[in-house]
């Protein structure tokens, strides 16, 4: 019974608040891309209903919510502990995540989109936003690829699992948005948001195919990943359905463009320029948009399914952030068959596409309610998920431990300026699977701060 009772006093501690400061790392930003992506399920339902709308603008404005609650903390952990911030760049699976916070973003421009299209000064505004989160998504693209060779350690094939995806995933959603805003904008800048919408849905596609490959000889030479990560599995549908939902936004957006004002290359051969032919053309592409996205969701229905046997094979035993890490992929996977039904209409693929938003949604809900209950009612911190945020369970459990016995220098998971966070400093892979870990310990001695490194045997696969 004591369970059913709600854990107040972590809510009005300073202590408390200190540690879900400093776990507050990019990877909470999944449960705004949950979010995000089931407003737009619900708003492009393949049934649609006037309450479908309504419940839609509330997931929306819980959206934005988050995000802005995420962001501050993400804001206080970076001035607070800087040293816990770091390890987001030295550490490529918390470096992978700094796309979730591009994605994120993103969601809410569409949100904008698809309540406020009506409203031509929401659109500048959702346009300002566009170019942000095209920012976002190239330093994300760029700067993760540029991190992980320049200041990371030597990375092997153990270390590739989904979440490498995330660097590139934040391109395609930021094609997806200027394809929805084009035909909201002005003649030059719907033309110029479209160019950069290929541009970054090319850039996204292409580079994550790259990743395939490599995740698949990793697969196949070290096997599955860690039980605590393998929900990352599901990362992998997320770029190809997102691709297959925007390549039809960006056909059609093209389509619209050439039909309406009758576009011609500037070198021959060039058509008629006439009404007709424009037609035929917009009309042309509009098919291949259609094409490319089936090529696309049939690769994304293979990795979706292999994910589902994947932790049918090893199910999580713990509950974590990344459990949200499944919620995205299947909701852009399942927003690419709606709008697949809506262009062909066929009503197999509307219902299938129903099926896989009800479900999608029902995914959120209980990651909704788990998050709720641990994290909100009994007050306990959300971690990272695999590896690090094991580290950052047992660090605690340890500073608790010393702190019990009258350790004041352990009233806190490190001092004022963020050291010994419980992130590992170093992280060496072994050849028998395991990883040899050093933590940076600061202990007052004399009157002075003296470093120390301490070393731990850290296992990938984790009980």
């Not at 449960?31 to 049934?47: A, D, E, K, N």
């Not at 940076?440 to 001695?445: P, S, Y």
Request: proline content about 5%.
């Amino acid at each position: 019974m004591s369970a059913l009772k709600p854990n107040l006093k972590t809510w009005v501690s300073w202590d408390d608040w200190r540690e879900r400061i400093i776990t507050a790392d990019p990877s909470w930003f999944t449960v705004s891309m949950g979010t995000g992506v089931c407003t737009q399920l619900l708003t492009h339902f393949p049934y649609p209903a006037q309450w479908l709308k309504t419940l839609a603008y509330v997931f929306w404005i819980a959206d934005i919510c988050m995000f802005a609650f995420f962001m501050v903390l993400g804001l206080l952990r970076a001035f607070m502990y800087p040293h816990v911030a770091k390890n987001v760049l030295d550490d490529f699976s918390q470096t992978s995540y700094l796309g979730a916070i591009a994605v994120a973003f993103e969601t809410i421009i569409l949100g904008i989109v698809s309540f406020y299209s009506h409203h031509q000064s929401a659109m500048y505004v959702a346009e300002a936003m566009y170019w942000i989160a095209s920012a976002m998504s190239l330093f994300v693209a760029f700067g993760g690829v540029f991190f992980m060779y320049q200041r990371q350690k030597q990375h092997s094939f153990q270390d590739v699992n989904g979440t490498w995806f995330l660097i590139f995933i934040p391109c395609v959603v930021d094609s997806t948005v200027g394809g929805a805003i084009s035909p909201y904008l002005a003649y030059q800048n719907s033309v110029t948001v479209l160019l950069t919408s290929f541009l970054m849905w090319s850039l996204g596609l292409g580079m994550s195919l790259v990743i395939l490959s490599l995740y698949f000889w990793r697969l196949m030479s070290n096997q599955l990943p860690p039980r605590e990560a393998i929900i990352s599995t599901f990362v992998p549908v997320g770029p190809f359905g997102m691709g297959a939902y925007s390549i039809q936004q960006l056909a059609v957006g093209l389509a619209s463009q050439i039909n309406q004002h009758k576009l011609n290359l500037e070198r021959p051969p060039q058509p008629p320029n006439d009404a007709a032919i424009a037609a035929t053309i917009a009309e042309g592409i509009h098919w291949l948009g259609i094409l490319v996205a089936l090529v696309q969701l049939g690769l994304a229905s293979f990795l979706l399914i292999e994910a589902c046997f994947s932790v049918y094979a090893k199910v999580p035993k713990t509950f974590n952030v990344g459990y949200w890490s499944f919620v995205f992929p299947c909701g852009v996977y399942s927003n690419a068959w709606n709008a697949m039904s809506l262009d062909l209409r066929n009503n197999g693929m509307r219902g299938w596409g129903a099926a896989c938003s009800t479900a999608t949604v029902m995914l959120w809900l209980f990651c909704g309610l788990i998050s709720f209950y641990k994290g909100v009612w009994q007050g306990k911190l959300f971690f990272a998920p695999g590896l690090q945020g094991w580290m950052e369970q047992k660090e605690i459990s340890v500073r608790h431990e010393a702190r019990s016995q009258g350790d004041n220098n352990a009233n806190l998971r490190g001092d004022s300026t963020g050291r010994d966070s419980g992130n590992p400093v170093r992280r060496n892979p072994l050849a028998d699977g395991t990883y040899h870990c050093q933590r940076e310990i600061v202990a007052d001695e004399n009157g002075g701060n003296e470093q120390a490194l301490e070393n731990a045997e850290c296992f990938t696969d984790i009980p």
